[in-house]
């Protein structure tokens, strides 16, 4: 089986990032979404991402942000791929011209095939858990058994991740990746190094 890679998201400080990095992590995720508690300003992103070492993928996360918002935030943030998290359409997303994974919440009934597919431009599709009105960071798995192999996409697994599951959760769905937040936290937006270097341990060795 090939490499599954891994990405620790809503990073908010340097040494959370840095300790991601050293971990082996190949992506952190900035949240730009005021309504989360994981949101970043400008700024701190600016900081964070001039604090990493290189070769490790910055992405930005976006909620149903309007496009001079996007704008705004592209041009001060040196941002390598979006993700966009709402219900941006396919049109939004590829009108950008920057590579960019979409999210999906996953509950029972869902057509994912379709689904993947009607984002033809991107570069992944990240599988989250469905919760009603909560559109990321719920902390809870869905079942991975609702996850067809074989979608035109790279998938990138999230939702309730942790180092303790994360084995079980590559074993049967066979992601490209792995995204986890909340699972390596201490508290809401505050990284735990050792969760994080269990959480990678766990990955590596799945």
Partial sequence: MSVVRSKICGITRIEDALSAAEAGADAIGLVFYAKSPRAVSVQQA???????PPFVTTVGLFVDA?????????????LDLLQFHGDESPAFCEALQR?????????PG?????RVAAYGQASGVLLDTY?????????EAFDWSLVPQGL??????????????VAAAIRQVRPYAVDVSGGVEARKGIKDAEKIR??????KTA
């Fill in 46 to 52: 600016r900081a964070i991402i001039a604090a990493l």
């Fill in 66 to 78: 309007d496009r001079q918002e996007l704008d705004e935030i592209l041009a001060a943030v040196p």
């Fill in 99 to 107: 590579p960019y994974i979409k999210a999906l919440r996953v509950k």
């Fill in 110 to 114: 869902d057509d994912l095939v379709v």
């Fill in 131 to 139: 919760v009603p009105g909560i559109p990321g960071g719920t902390g």
């Fill in 152 to 165: 035109s996409k790279p998938i990138i697994l999230a939702g309730g991740l942790v180092a303790e599951n």
């Fill in 198 to 203: 269990a959480f990678m341990r766990a990955v």
